[in-house]
T-cell receptor, first 111, second 117 residues
Framework: GENVGLHLPTLSVQEGDNSIINCAYS??????FIWYKQESGKGPQFIID?????DKRQGQRVTVLLNKTVKHLSLQIAATQPGDSAVYFC??????????FGTGTRLKVLA | KAGVTQTPRYLIKTRGQQVTLSCSPI?????VSWYQQTPGQGLQFLFE???????NKGNFPGRFSGRQFSNSRSEMNVSTLELGDSALYLC????????????????FGPGTRLTVL
């Protein structure tokens, strides 16, 4: 099936450090992107989104960067905390009533 | 406002049986999407419904079907279950669904864990 690719399946960071999770998307027609966080036993939780007419968007401790030239998306988490440990998914949407997800990156926060 | 709810949360079936999963979207949301999540494949799109109409579907066999009711609640059905159907089935709702230039955020339910023996 269709997938959004991820560069790193597992990312380990020290508590307090910044985390960067990368994602390569596949469809140049995609104009909307979302990052989700999924904790064990739960459904994905919305973190932040960005439209294709933007290249950066900031939330609380999180920033999403979009580079349409190389079809690359990243999620930056500032001052990573133990509660940030989870699997992170990026999703692209080319419209057509669907979203395309990748296999996810596992973030491990080391105390 | 209540989130997306899915029932049941856990289900164990045997090969050849069929199963029906239910999803109640966030109040006011009219678009419901279903996904299958497995460790190796991530989230795979099954189908999307809006106003009782299926607007898009993923690459799944015809054994997977769904429907949406007038109150936006949705069900999905899997017939003739196979071992490979064991997965977490996730439902997501949004106001209008992704299309026509709208940026419509999806919110997920907790999922139904289906185990096929």
């Amino acid at each position: 099936g269709e997938n959004v690719g991820l560069h790193l399946p597992t990312l380990s960071v020290q508590e307090g450090d910044n985390s960067i999770i990368n994602c390569a998307y596949s469809n140049s027609a995609s104009d909307y992107f979302i990052w989700y966080k999924q904790e064990s036993g739960k459904g994905p939780q919305f973190i932040i989104d960005i439209r294709s007419n933007m290249d950066k968007r900031q939330g609380q401790r999180v920033t999403v960067l979009l580079n349409k030239t190389v079809k690359h998306l990243s999620l930056q988490i500032a001052a990573t905390q133990p509660g940030d440990s989870a699997v992170y998914f990026c999703a692209e949407s080319p419209g057509t009533y669907k979203y395309i997800f990748g296999t996810g990156t596992r973030l491990k926060v080391l105390a | 406002k209540a989130g997306v709810t899915q029932t049941p949360r856990y289900l164990i079936k045997t090969r050849g049986q069929q199963v029906t999963l239910s999803c109640s979207p966030i109040s006011g949301h009219r678009s419901v999407s279903w996904y299958q999540q497995t460790p190796g494949q991530g989230l795979q799109f099954l189908f999307e419904y809006f106003s009782e109409t299926q607007r898009n579907k993923g690459n799944f066999p015809g054994r997977f079907s769904g429907r949406q009711f007038s109150n936006s609640r949705s069900e999905m059905n899997v017939s003739t279950l196979e071992l490979g159907d064991s997965a977490l089935y996730l439902c997501a709702s949004s106001l209008m669904g992704r299309g026509g230039g709208s940026t419509d955020t999806q919110y997920f339910g907790p999922g139904t864990r289906l185990t096929v023996l």
